[in-house]
């Protein structure tokens, strides 16, 4: 099914209108819009619904499916929405959802009533829509070999984001899935978590997405949620395969998982094919057999395992990412988050539920994140910590009878702003009758920086492990212990190594472009008393046997050059590597231009040239461009009947990127206009040369702001960039002109 595009090919459902009545049927009586089995693909179209239970499903047959839960039980196979609009209307509060009879629903597991689009099955995709759904606006019941890439999400009272398995172990676990440079928007303040995976998940790669919520409470930004019961269990010996339990066998049955917990044999795991009354049997041998002195833990659903969680960035969540019951073999690494909760490890600590004595994640690698302003769930902080300061990774157990984290690797994260690390686990039976494992076996912290934090590093009774080579700065604490007793048991000789001094900042250079046309010199920013800058124009790293920077650097071709900080004072030793590429390039320097910033769609206006996100190079008989691909940035929003306000390019949100253009030398009367014709904006900053040209606090839809001044222009390349703010700055079009005296 494919229209000639998605703003003129449009499919409205308002199926869940009674048209006698005019009455809208609340809850969940709107028909299904579009219903499919396999192997069908829908493209460029706009599709919306009122009322409407879904969207888009497959595989279904009928109209009454009230959500993703009720596809039916075949599986769908090779189906994909792309480029396409599927608005699901209206956008719902909390207990704003009236169930069939007229009531308000509990909404209690029904976060995925009402959802955009929901699949069952293997192959499916969905890319470069836009989406909003009451509930879901994606939901994967099972779903295998997926991909959700390039999406905004606009996000209701449930979540952009919903999957659970399908059956375990009849059907297949979720898995194979990737999620990769979606954005998550919230549209009410009573939304939950963006990314929310239930039961058991196994090799997700989730990366790039960029999540902002609006920090309301208990909203996480992704989650995994595991439920079932889990047994720890003592052993008796093993026999190959079979494992002989010293007591009987508490209920584990075929397909459950055993993982050895604690003793000999720590952190194998196996899947149970067999079981009797005092031992079950394994799928496979055990490398190290268990003996008497371990215990294992029995699992009736697998651990979410084997995901990749890199690059991410989540703002005003009350949590980062978040296992929530059983995890194994993740790596986080790269991820920025900021007023949020960062990576967390956590018991899936439900009162109502008896046989839940394990809360497992084991193996995991938290590397190269960052937090700054680190917060919980919610606008508060777990149990006794102080408002404002939270976990980058935060190990928490509550129930008796032990839980375990074990064999973490926490290494090169960044805390700022009282964004701290917990292991925060209290044993409430610390009598010769416990059964669990020490809490927090083998966690390996080392090489991660603190600063401007109340605490660094704190520490719950029944930790072990290593802390080495943490850096701290402006920390008021730097390790805080509680129930200072027996149970820490973390290496304190290692501490020894731990230093509370900050590795020296990297160099700044202080050019911004990175192309010339005549020869240029570099030139570093001011270090510290006492530093020392060390660099090489060869590409090789830097040391103490490298060239040290005493002025400018002149450069006549093309150059990659690295700088590293020196300070000697407390060992603080080396900053990590600034590295930059200086082109030299041929231009075609030209005295004026009008330039439209719009996408590359054939609609060009007379006398304009248009930039839509080509990186800097001859373009239109000028040279022009920015530092780096930036084609995601452009927009026609359909809005306003001029062309040129129609149309918009933003710079990226970290302020990385900027633009230029070859101009001959002199001076110039640039004239360029920032607004967005379909979305409000604030804090719009532009620098031109190193100097303001415009800093705009906020602006309605299609107003524009027109800012002309005079530039003196003297190396050849007008330079405009922004600055780090909390909205993207938006440019539609620039004029420039020789100056008239």
Known sequence: MKGQSRKRSWIWFPDGIDHGSKAQVLGMHGKVGIKGISDFGIQDLSIHGVYNSLLIAAPLSRDDAKTYEQLDAARAENVFVHNCYVFLDPIYRRGEIRGHDGTLASLIGDWVLMSAMAFRGDDISVADCDIRGPGACIGLMGCRYTQIARNRLYQGYGNPIAARGDGYPGQPLIGKCIFEDNTMIPTTTAHATAFWCHATSEFFYLARNHIQLLWVGDNEALLWHSSGAQYICKVARAEGTRLVLQDNNPGARKSWECVIIKGKGLGQRRIITDHSQNAVAVDKPWIIEPDASSLVALLRYPCHRRHIIVDNEITDAGA??????????WIADGNKMTRAGGVLFDLLSVASWTNRQWGGNYFNQ??????????????????????????????????????????????????????????????????????????DV???????????????????????????????????????????????????????????????????????????????????????????????????????????????????????????????????????????HFERIEVTPVRQARINFQPDDGQISAGWLINSGAEFGSQGGATYGWSQNNFEGSRRRGKNTDPLKDTLLHFDKDAVYYWEIALDNGAYDVTICVGDAEYPGRQQKIIAEDKPFCSINAYAVNKFKVIKKRIQLDDGLLTLRTVKTGDLTRMSYLIIEPAVP
């Open 320 to 329: 980062g990412v978040y296992a929530w019951g059983d995890s194994y073999d």
């Open 366 to 439: 938290v590397l190269n994140n960052s937090v700054d302003e680190g917060r919980f769930v919610g606008n508060y902080v777990h149990q006794n910590w102080t408002l404002g300061y939270s976990g980058t990774v935060y190990f928490r157990e509550t129930l008796k009878g032990g839980t375990g984290n074990l064999g973490h690797i926490y290494r090169g994260n960044l805390h700022t702003n009282d964004s701290s690390l917990a292991f925060w686990v209290r044993v409430h039976d610390k009598s010769e009758n416990y059964q669990g494992p020490l809490v």
């Open 442 to 580: 083998g966690m390996i912290v080392e090489e991660n920086r603190f600063q401007d934090c109340m605490y660094g590093v704190s520490l719950g009774n029944a930790v072990s492990g290593v802390l080495k080579n943490n850096c701290f700065k402006n920390v008021e604490t730097p390790f805080k212990t509680k129930d200072n007793g027996d149970l820490i048991r973390y290496n304190r000789d290692s501490r020894t190594d731990d230093k509370v001094v900050f590795a020296p900042p990297s160099p700044v250079l202080e050019n911004v472009s990175r192309h010339f046309a005549e020869p240029i010199t570099l030139t570093f920013a001011e270090l510290e008393e006492d530093d020392v800058l060390y660099y090489t124009t060869d590409g090789t790293e830097p040391g103490p046997d490298s060239s040290r920077y005493t002025g400018p650097i002149e450069i006549d071709k093309t150059t990659e050059i690295k700088a590293r900080t020196y300070r000697q004072a407390e060992d603080a030793g080396f900053s990590k590597t600034t590295t930059a």
